[in-house]
């Protein structure tokens, strides 16, 4: 089944622990992002990746990492948690080369609390 | 600035009564509106996307339609599995979607 998954699904953690939410695609996908989605805020973009290798800032950058060593995989990384990022995270996956129309598939969510 | 507008916010149908979601945007160039469907708790669910003005898609008891300045979904006869969140995205030529913040419908029996 073509789907894009992640891991955790719920995280609860303390403010400065490092953590690392996993999100992995099975339908060949070049490019790949990140979005939180917070009450009234709507889906923000955090991070995406065009192709292996590649990955650029989206409209919400600060205080998170990525990396997109496999093209199936694009991990999102929080350095030093705090409690502004406690939100709804969605990895997403489209198939990318270039062209930026392509219809973004969106994986199950992560619910994230920071204390 | 990019801008994307859901109305309404809120939205109670009777099973079988029909209505329609807008979504207005602001965009320096379109180049494509894309519809989901959220359930509580997961991720959005793609639905249509829409290219150019007059464009319409229809997909069960839901059509989407384009203009130059907004989208409006359709739901004909809704059911209770109808009930969701809906949301509009536009693509204006960057590398990220811009997201409305969505409109919650429920259909009751």
């Known amino acids: 089944e073509a789907q894009v998954t992640q891991n955790p699904r719920y995280l609860i953690t303390v403010t400065g622990k490092k953590l690392t939410v996993t999100c992995s695609q099975n339908m060949n996908h070049e490019y790949m992002s990140w979005y939180r989605q917070d009450p009234g805020l709507g889906l923000r973009q955090i991070y995406y990746?065009?192709?292996?290798?590649?990955?650029d800032k989206g409209d919400v950058p600060e205080g998170y990492k990525v990396s997109r060593k496999e093209k199936r995989n694009f991990p999102l990384i929080l350095e030093s948690p705090s409690p502004n990022q406690t939100s709804l995270y969605f990895c997403a996956s489209s198939l990318g080369g270039g062209r930026f129309t392509d219809t973004q598939y969106f994986g199950p969510g992560t619910r994230l609390t920071v204390l | 600035e990019d801008q994307v507008t859901q109305s309404p916010e809120a939205l109670r149908l009777q099973e079988g009564e029909s209505s329609s979601l807008n979504c207005s945007y602001t965009v320096s160039g379109l180049r494509g509106l894309f519809w989901y469907r959220q359930d509580p708790g997961k991720g959005p669910e793609f639905l249509f996307t829409l290219y150019s003005a007059g464009e319409e898609k229809e997909k069960e008891r839901l059509k989407a339609t384009l203009t130059k300045k907004e989208s409006f979904l359709h739901i004909t006869a809704p059911k209770p599995e109808d009930s969701a969140t809906y949301l509009c995205?536009?693509?204006?030529?960057?590398?990220?979607?811009?997201f409305g913040s969505g409109t919650r419908l429920q259909v009751q029996p």
């Open positions: 990746s065009m192709n292996v290798e590649v990955t």
């Open positions: 995205a536009v693509n204006p030529g960057r590398r990220a979607l811009t």
